[in-house]
């Protein structure tokens, strides 16, 4: 998963960090974060993309792995 930022623009991982340090002060307060507040973050992210594409895509990396 690590690996996987490096592959993100400025951005997306601009967007990941504010998010990470919201929940983080959250947690801080003890209260606790509500699953609508996470509505739509980073849907900047999948703006032209093809969801579709990107599935099949997904997909076809699974297939090329082997379950030991």
């Given at each position: ?30 209260n ?37």
């Amino acid at each position: 998963m690590i690996s996987d930022l490096a592959l993100l623009t400025e951005t997306e991982r601009d967007i990941i960090l504010n998010a990470l340090s919201k929940l983080k002060d959250q947690a801080k307060s003890k209260n606790p974060v509500r699953i609508t507040e996470l509505a739509g973050l980073g849907k900047e992210m999948w703006r032209g993309i093809d969801v579709d594409q990107y599935l099949k895509d997904l997909r076809s990396e699974w297939d090329d792995r082997k379950i030991r």
